[in-house]
């Protein structure tokens, strides 16, 4: 997750070009809250993680990063929730 204290168009259009330099980068969101983005990295060890690191901070100014590793997946799901019928209990 990133913080930046950039809120300009320049800021913002230097940020989309960056990431898009790194395949390792697969999905960027926007948010509302704490922190401005989100940026979900995929590499292929914790070494790996720390060199993508270095380079992407070297390329675009932020305010604040912290990461956090996923050490399990439990449920991974394309599938958006946008049926319009009633909710029903859980078994």
Known sequence: MVRTNQHNT???E?????VTLFPEIVEVNRLAGEYDY???VVTRNNAS???????FINLIELNDVTSCFSMEQ???SAKLP??????????
Do not use: G, H, M
């Open 10 to 12: 320049a800021w913002l």
């Open 14 to 18: 230097k940020f989309n070009d960056v």
């Open 38 to 40: 989100i940026l979900k």
């Open 49 to 55: 993680y720390d060199a993508f690191y270095k380079k």
């Open 74 to 76: 439990i449920k991974r």
């Open 82 to 91: 946008l049926e319009t019928a009633p909710l029903q209990s859980a078994p």
